[in-house]
């Protein structure tokens, strides 16, 4: 393949973004909006392919000579994750248009305007480009998760726009100590360097822990399980595939090449990962509506990505990775058939649902399995990830190995528990009498009788089917995904190839 | 000595702003961090006077380091952009301080 194609993963999202702002047709917005993240998994398919015999490919836009010029970078982790993610956002885009949130001006523009950001960021080689990228990913978000929702969403908005935006200072802020200290930003450059020099050192850990606040890292996971529930189910599916997984992509990719092995303060992050699985899983006990709770489990699932980075070896950042493909996955799943339940009945609450289980068997039997692989159950995906996360503790020795296995184990459990709790308030209990249906002028009206027809429509659980679905496929292809996640885990530790690529 | 001393005022500035309760203290706040961050971009070069970074006009000995300037420029813009937002959301949506509901011209029952 010509790498100079890979800027297509960005200029064919932007494109149709602004094409869409011009040109106000509802069944092209529709059409775009999936059809472009479903392009672009295709493409990403074929990437992960090419792959397989080129490890790196590389194109310097404008073709600039190496080291001055924007490099475009794929291998098969950035591969991966675009593969991953787009094929998660364009199910969410399918999920946005059946529960018709695509109505909502701008909102297909500003979607795949999300996505732009995204493959930029995936593909880039340049600290200052990885920053631009996250500000294309942001910048719409700001503007999506004001959009739907509960009118709560509005003073929400404000606080996800002041956490990102102080966040973002801050790793500008750590790229231009980068610049300061080691002469360059471009990765391929920075090979090794933080490692070698304590003042590069110092920069990229300024640059890593702005990324650790984006993507929700205990201490500052605060503002994760707050911000997210107050959207829609839709748009907050399309924030967990890819905001906090974009960050975490950054920390695996910086840290590993710029360390060219572990930092000296290794142990922080490790203590950092620890506290982050704990206090996500526990904290789920703590809500009584079904997307908040989730959205805890979301910053347990940072945790437990981060886990395969803090014992940096092969097996455990390809462990860490695989969880990352289980987690976005089943995520989604269980985003989007929450969002199917209270697009129908209009409420999360555990109180206010009752008795699903006899009502809607197969969102039930969807809802059941998407759990099993949250908790780690076999036949999940989450089974052999949470297996290959104990794995790769069990092998790394010492105290981690206890306190690791101990800390996945114990938050097991605690989801287990929390997920019954869901489960007996939803599912389970007497028979729901009333509901509150969608009300003309958005929003919702006052509570009314159920009437005995009413369902979730195929059309709304669908998605969710799809993904929980697709996460059974990775269970029983587990054999075939491990060497992908094994090969992406290869591109972190032998940087060789990839700098030979940029630098050429 | 004088642009370190800057950064450490508007950062000191800012972080007071921040930690108040309106949301529009918040944002000068936030507008007082960035103007440090652009500040600590521009030292990231040689902070004495260079000449004007243009091929042909200036020799490349004497002339300014282009990247850190590219850099401010870029932030700038996407500052600005998200202050505008921000002051929008200040208008808009409820007090913080009360419980009552915006009028976003949709009906919500609690």
């Known amino acids: 393949m010509n790498p100079a194609l890979l800027s297509l993963f960005v200029v064919l999202p932007l494109t149709a973004a602004a094409l869409l702002v011009v040109l106000r047709r509802p069944?092209?917005?529709?059409?775009?909006?999936?059809?472009?993240?479903?392009?672009?998994?295709?493409?990403?398919?074929?990437?992960?392919?090419?792959h397989r015999e080129t490890p790196v490919l590389a194109h310097n836009i404008g073709a600039f000579p190496g080291g001055v010029s924007i490099p475009l970078v794929s291998d098969t982790f950035s591969a991966l994750m675009i593969t991953v993610t787009s094929l998660t956002t364009t199910v969410t885009m399918f999920f946005l248009t059946r529960t018709g949130e695509d109505r909502f001006r701008f909102l297909p523009s500003l979607a795949l305007m999300l996505t732009a950001g995204v493959n930029g960021a995936f593909l880039t080689g340049d600290l200052f480009n990885l920053f631009v990228f996250v500000e294309v990913m942001l910048l719409p978000s700001y503007a999506l998760i004001t959009l739907t929702g509960t009118w709560r969403r509005l003073g929400i908005g404000r606080l996800f726009v002041v956490v990102n935006l102080l966040t973002s200072t801050i790793l500008l802020i750590g790229v231009g100590l980068v610049y300061a200290a080691a002469g360059t930003v471009n990765l391929a450059e920075l090979v090794g360097m933080a490692g070698e020099d304590p003042r590069v050192g110092y920069a990229v850990s300024v640059v890593l822990l702005a990324l650790a606040i984006k993507a929700g890292v205990a201490p500052t996971h605060g503002w994760l399980?707050?911000?997210?529930?107050?959207?829609?189910?839709?748009?907050?599916?399309?924030?967990?595939?890819?905001?906090?997984?974009?960050?975490?992509?950054?920390?695996?990719?910086?840290?590993s090449?710029?360390?060219?092995?572990?930092?000296p303060w290794a142990?922080?992050?490790?203590?950092?990962?620890?506290?982050?699985?704990?206090?996500?899983?526990?904290?789920?006990?703590?809500?009584?509506?079904?997307?908040?709770?989730?959205?805890?489990?979301?910053?347990?699932?940072?945790?437990h990505i981060l886990l395969g980075l803090a014992l940096f070896s092969q097996f455990a950042l390809a462990a860490g990775i695989f969880y990352m493909i289980h987690h976005i996955v089943t995520m989604g799943g269980l985003l989007l058939a929450s969002g199917a339940i209270e697009q129908t009945y209009g409420s999360g609450r555990y109180e206010r649902l009752a008795g699903l289980a006899r009502r809607d068997k197969w969102v039930a039997v969807i809802y059941a399995f998407a759990l099993l692989s949250l908790v780690g159950l076999p036949p999940s995906t989450g089974f052999f990830a949470k297996i290959g996360l104990l794995q790769a503790s069990a092998d790394a020795g010492g105290w981690e190995q206890w306190v690791f296995i101990t800390v996945i184990c114990v938050a097991a459990v605690a989801t287990l528990l929390a997920m019954q709790r869901l489960w007996s308030g939803v599912f389970w209990g007497p028979?729901?009498?009333?509901?509150?249906?969608?009300?003309?002028?958005?929003?919702?009206?006052?509570?009314?009788?159920?009437?005995?027809?009413?369902h979730i429509t195929w059309q709304l659980s669908s998605p969710a089917a799809f993904l929980v679905t697709l996460q059974l496929v990775f269970f029983v292809l587990a054999g075939a995904l491990i060497p992908i996640a094994l090969r992406a885990a290869d591109d972190l530790l032998v940087l060789q190839p990839y700098v030979e690529a940029v630098l050429g | 000595?004088?642009?370190?001393?800057?950064?450490?005022?508007?950062?000191?500035?800012?972080?007071?702003?921040?930690?108040?309760?309106?949301?529009?203290r918040i944002i000068f706040g936030l507008a007082l961090i960035s103007h440090a961050a652009n500040l600590l971009l521009l030292t990231t070069g040689v902070s004495a006077y260079r000449g004007e970074p243009l091929a042909n006009?200036?020799?490349?000995?004497?002339?300014?380091?282009?990247?850190?300037?590219?850099?401010?420029?870029?932030?700038?813009?996407?500052?600005?952009?998200?202050?505008?937002?921000?002051?929008?959301?200040?208008?808009?949506?409820?007090?913080?301080?009360?419980?009552?509901?915006?009028?976003?011209?949709?009906?919500?029952?609690?």
């Open chain 1, 267 to 303: 142990p922080i992050l490790a203590i950092a990962v620890a506290a982050t699985i704990l206090i996500g899983s526990y904290s789920t006990f703590g809500e009584h509506i079904m997307r908040r709770a989730l959205a805890w489990q979301m910053v347990a699932g940072v945790g």
């Open chain 2, 1 to 24: 000595m004088i642009l370190p001393i800057t950064i450490g005022v508007l950062v000191a500035g800012g972080v007071f702003l921040i930690v108040q309760r309106g949301m529009v």
């Open chain 1, 225 to 255: 399980p707050r911000a997210y529930p107050a959207t829609s189910a839709g748009i907050m599916a399309l924030f967990s595939a890819v905001h906090t997984k974009v960050a975490l992509y950054g920390i695996y990719r910086i840290y």
């Open chain 1, 257 to 263: 090449t710029t360390y060219e092995g572990e930092a």
């Open chain 2, 57 to 110: 006009r200036t020799a490349v000995d004497v002339a300014a380091d282009p990247l850190p300037q590219a850099f401010v420029l870029t932030a700038i813009v996407i500052t600005l952009a998200v202050t505008i937002f921000m002051l929008t959301l200040a208008v808009i949506g409820h007090n913080d301080d009360t419980k009552h509901m915006p009028h976003t011209g949709e009906f919500h029952d609690r």
């Open chain 1, 27 to 50: 069944a092209l917005d529709r059409a775009l909006m999936v059809g472009i993240p479903a392009l672009i998994t295709a493409a990403g398919i074929y990437l992960l392919n090419e």
């Open chain 1, 431 to 454: 028979t729901m009498e009333n509901y509150r249906p969608e009300s003309q002028r958005g929003g919702r009206e006052r509570r009314v009788p159920l009437p005995r027809g009413l």
